[in-house]
Nanobody, 128 residues
Framework: QVQLVESGGGLVQAGGSLRLSCAASGRSFTIYALGWFRQAPGKEREFVATSNGSGSMTYYADSVKGRFTISRDNAKNTVYLQMNSLKPEDTAVYYC?????????????????????WGQGTQVTVSS
């Protein structure tokens, strides 16, 4: 069992930056791949970014590519999402999720059904 706790959300003006954190408890962190998803009001949850167990492979949604960066500190059991050049359309609840790295691959990494454990979410609001 893995527990995930997100933090770092808040209110920011367009063009600003935020860094989200997701702290994991449980088994060895390196055996898990991590993903970030988001859900805006009235919309379905969508993929944002993902990283394999070591952090050597990352994938991003086209909408955030070049602006967001996923990284992980395995010594701290924490994954980060650095968000720069934020836009009002980035407003959403952001969730981190994890799955055993053996179940993660490039073909399914962007699918929320791939992930077994989810955090409670953190709100990000970008004002125009």
């Amino acid at each position: 069992q893995v527990q995930l706790v997100e933090s770092g959300g808040g209110l920011v003006q367009a063009g600003g930056s935020l860094r989200l954190s997701c702290a994991a408890s449980g088994r060895s962190f390196t055996i898990y791949a991590l993903g970030w998803f988001r859900q805006a009001p009235g919309k379905e949850r969508e993929f944002v970014a993902t990283s394999n167990g070591s952090g050597s492979m990352t994938y991003y949604a086209d909408s955030v590519k070049g602006r967001f960066t996923i990284s992980r500190d395995n010594a701290k059991n924490t994954v980060y999402l650095q968000m720069n050049s934020l836009k009002p359309e980035d407003t959403a609840v952001y969730y981190c999720a994890t799955v055993l790295r053996s179940k993660w691959n490039s073909g399914t990494a962007s699918k929320d059904r791939t992930y077994d454990y989810w955090g409670q979410g953190t709100q990000v609001t970008v004002s125009s």
